[in-house]
Nanobody, 116 residues
Framework: VQLVESGGGLVQPGGSLRLSCAAS????????MSWHRQAPGKERRLVAG????????NYADSVKGRFTISRDNSKNTVYLQMNSLKSEDTAVYYC??????????WGQGTQVTVSS
């Protein structure tokens, strides 16, 4: 299993970024996917999740209305569109797949920095 995130960077408050996570090594369309983030000195937390077919999504309260998770099963890729970014969104963002209760995989992470 391999998850490769991309799309992070430095953006001003109020700006937008689109993160991508390219997946390989497993039947991508069979699994729910999620994005998490970890700010310095804080625990890693769930940001958004999406079901295998893309029909259902869930979001942390802190990002509802600003972030949108989506997926393209033909490209084995999950996305996180982030709008109206705030300084508190600064973190390393990780892609995740949980294949079983005891089998979970993470990407290497992509840094998002929101600063003027």
């Amino acid at each position: 299993v391999q998850l490769v995130e991309s799309g992070g960077g430095l953006v001003q408050p109020g700006g937008s970024l689109r993160l991508s996570c390219a997946a390989s090594g497993f039947a991508f369309s069979n699994y729910a996917m999620s994005w998490h983030r970890q700010a310095p000195g804080k625990e890693r937390r769930l940001v958004a999740g999406i079901t295998s077919g893309g029909g259902n999504t869930n979001y942390a309260d802190s990002v509802k209305g600003r972030f949108t998770i989506s997926r393209d099963n033909s490209k084995n890729t999950v996305y996180l569109q982030m709008n109206s970014l705030k300084s508190e969104d600064t973190a390393v963002y990780y892609c995740n797949v949980r294949r079983t209760l005891y089998e979970t995989y993470w990407g290497q992470g992509t840094q998002v920095t929101v600063s003027s």
